[in-house]
């Protein structure tokens, strides 16, 4: 079973049960709150019994602050206060996080043979009690609201996951993997161009050294991955999401040349070159050169621009965005117009030209992603694009719903179309590997809030996670992990190579 994640897990067991085991093997020491661990904080040692009620004043305000902060919150006492875990229940509540607990279902015999081996062992009548007051409290949990109830018996591997929160009360938290729905009825996956699966989007670069050698180093590793492709932002200057205004961002298409010769399999674009920084001619001469060199690994990411001061700092001007939104239509018309067969004059909706001559042709279609999720930009993608790319959060799957339905609507088959999405993941080991890149990347932002907005997570979990956005009828995921530098990161990624089949 896989447990939500952040949330509010309470244990209930007797001593002996293996609680402190069962937690420790699972989360990090810091998300442990332990009354045993408070009484030898407060007191003498963990045995210290007179120190428990200042142990427990302890343990309210740690579990209380940590619940406040959205953040996971193990609570490893007996359980059996039913006052207390009231309490515990509505502080989660509060926070809007899950509310687990986890019974220890030990057999009575193996509690009563590790408590014998104890240095200081429980006394039998107080562990008889306990054995007794957890049944009862196992019957107790089911009436109290729990999101979730886990019995653990035998050691039963539950392990945290990274699961949706449901409305509290609401019963068990749905997982991650569904991401809320079952798969949209009749899409499969886009099938024009192997473009289908995880590709890395490269965004950072390094300030010092051989940049072709990193690249290549990186591509390298992005094959050794079995990830499908690599995709570059198109920015003159590196946009504040990503670094400083000074960090360096290269010219993508002269840099997706040089990955066309140190690459065999991978699929190459751009996500997204906006239509405001070369003409539609231009980019695709460069795409066709691409696709040509690259033996048909082209793709091209197109948008209508939003960033007013690189456009500025280079002397290009900036369009409305109603008049943007207008070069996106005529620019993917024009270029398609040049990629089709033949050297024949084109009349069409928006563009007209005395002939179509560009060679070299590109080898095999050259698939366009349109960036942007407003409702114009759908629109565009459903009518001339091969594909729409939007943010992986639940606002932007429902603008995939809604693009889908589009493409349905322009007649088109919704099978052969790409919908994609831009994910931006922290990629960790394990939970303690997880976490403290949280902390070197979040800045000045809530670490609970961070680490949900980036999926925190090993990369396992993330695999899980992007298998359902492929089951929802996601055909392709850019990732472009948070504090990706090495080639070793992106080795790391293998495991969600397999999310998309």
């Known amino acids: 079973m896989t447990l939500p994640d952040p949330a509010l897990v309470v244990l209930v067991g007797a001593s002996g049960s293996g609680k402190s085991t069962w937690a420790t093997e699972r989360y990090r020491a810091a998300e ?67 509310a687990v607990a986890v019974v220890l279902d030990t057999p009575a015999a193996v509690c009563r043979s590790r408590n014998a081996a104890r240095d200081r062992p429980v006394p039998a009548r107080v562990l008889t009690n306990q054995l007794a007051s957890v049944a009862t409290a196992t019957d107790e949990l089911q009436a109290e609201g729990w999101d979730l109830v886990s019995l653990v018996t035998g050691g039963a591997p539950t392990e945290p996951g990274r699961l949706s929160r449901n409305t509290p009360g609401s019963g068990q938290p749905e997982a991650a993997a569904t991401v809320g729905r079952g798969p949209l009825p009749g899409v499969l996956r886009g099938q024009g161009s192997g473009l289908r699966g995880v590709v890395l989007q490269l965004s950072r670069f390094p300030a010092d050294g051989d940049l072709l050698a990193w690249l290549r180093d990186m591509a390298g590793a992005a094959e050794a991955a079995v990830l499908t492709g690599i995709a570059l932002m198109d920015h003159l200057i590196q946009i504040p999401q990503v670094g400083r205004a000074w960090d360096p961002i290269p010219e993508p298409w002269v840099t997706l040349g040089a990955l066309a010769a140190s690459t065999t399999r991978l699929q190459l674009g751009t996500l997204v070159t906006p239509v405001t920084f070369r003409e539609p001619g231009i980019t695709a001469k460069a795409a066709a050169t691409l696709s040509a060199l690259s033996g048909g690994r082209a793709f091209v990411g197109v948008g209508a621009g939003w960033w007013e001061r690189e456009h500025t700092a280079y002397g290009l001007g900036f369009p409305s965005a109603r008049e943007r939104l207008d070069a996106l239509e005529r620019g993917i018309e024009l270029m398609k117009a040049l990629w089709a067969p033949g050297t024949k004059p084109y009349a069409g909706r928006r563009v007209s030209l005395p002939e179509t001559t560009s060679y070299p042709r590109p080898v095999g279609p050259i ?24 943010p992986s959060d639940e606002a932007g799957l429902a603008k995939v719903d809604h693009y889908l339905e589009l493409v349905r609507a322009e007649g088109r088959d919704a099978s052969e179309v790409h919908a994609t999405v831009l994910d931006l993941p922290l990629v960790g080991s394990d939970r303690d590997d997880v976490w403290a890149r949280v902390e070197r990347h979040r800045g000045r932002a809530p670490a609970a809030t961070f680490a949900a907005r980036h999926h925190a997570g090993t990369a396992a979990e993330h695999a899980t996670r992007l298998a359902g ?17 090495t080639p070793d990161d992106v080795l790391a990624l293998a495991p969600l190579a397999s999310a998309f089949g």
Do not use: H, K, Y
């Open 32 to 98: 442990v709150v332990s009354s045993d661990a408070l009484r030898a904080v407060v007191g003498s040692g963990e045995q210290d019994l007179d120190a428990s009620v200042d142990a427990f004043a302890v343990l309210e305000q740690v579990v209380a602050a940590r619940l406040g902060r959205g953040l996971t919150t193990v609570v490893d006492t007996l359980g059996t206060d039913a006052a207390r875990r009231r309490r515990w229940l509505e502080g989660a509540r509060a926070a809007g996080l899950p």
């Open 367 to 390: 698939p366009v992603i349109v960036g942007g999720g407003g409702a114009r930009s759908l629109r565009v993608a459903a009518r001339l694009g091969d594909g729409c790319n939007v």
């Open 469 to 485: 956005l492929a089951a929802r009828g996601i055909t392709t995921a850019f990732v472009a992990p948070v504090g990706l530098t």
